[in-house]
């Protein structure tokens, strides 16, 4: 029978985590995408950002990782618009203090 160090038993529970956060099955789980990230796909505000933002977030929810992927699922890109976009999950933070300083970044810095 195989056991499982504490590591990895905590780094299993991780990556199922970071898969619900990543499916959208996770009701307390926070999604944010840069407003850098946006302005790329959309030169201005309101419902072509919007649409930007929830095809993204679809072809993030569709990637898959390589079977052999030993990682706990929290890093990884998706190809939308010929752009390789980069994700990032950090669903077992339960004090996401970066999230909140993007949040929380002016206009004037969220590029830097």
Do not use: W
């Amino acid at each position: 029978m195989l056991t499982l160090t504490a590591e990895a038993q905590r780094a299993e529970v991780i990556a199922r985590l970071n898969d619900r956060c990543r499916l959208g099955l996770d009701r307390t789980g926070r999604a944010v995408i840069t407003r850098t990230c946006l302005a790329t796909f959309s030169e201005e505000q309101g419902p072509t950002r919007i649409v930007a933002q929830a095809e993204i977030l679809a072809a993030i929810r569709k990637h898959r990782f390589p079977e052999d992927d030993a990682s706990p699922g929290d890093r990884g890109h998706v190809e939308y618009r010929g752009t390789k976009v980069y994700f990032a999950i950090d669903a077992y933070d339960l004090d996401p203090v970066y999230a909140r300083k993007i949040l929380r970044t002016p206009a004037s810095h969220a590029a830097s």
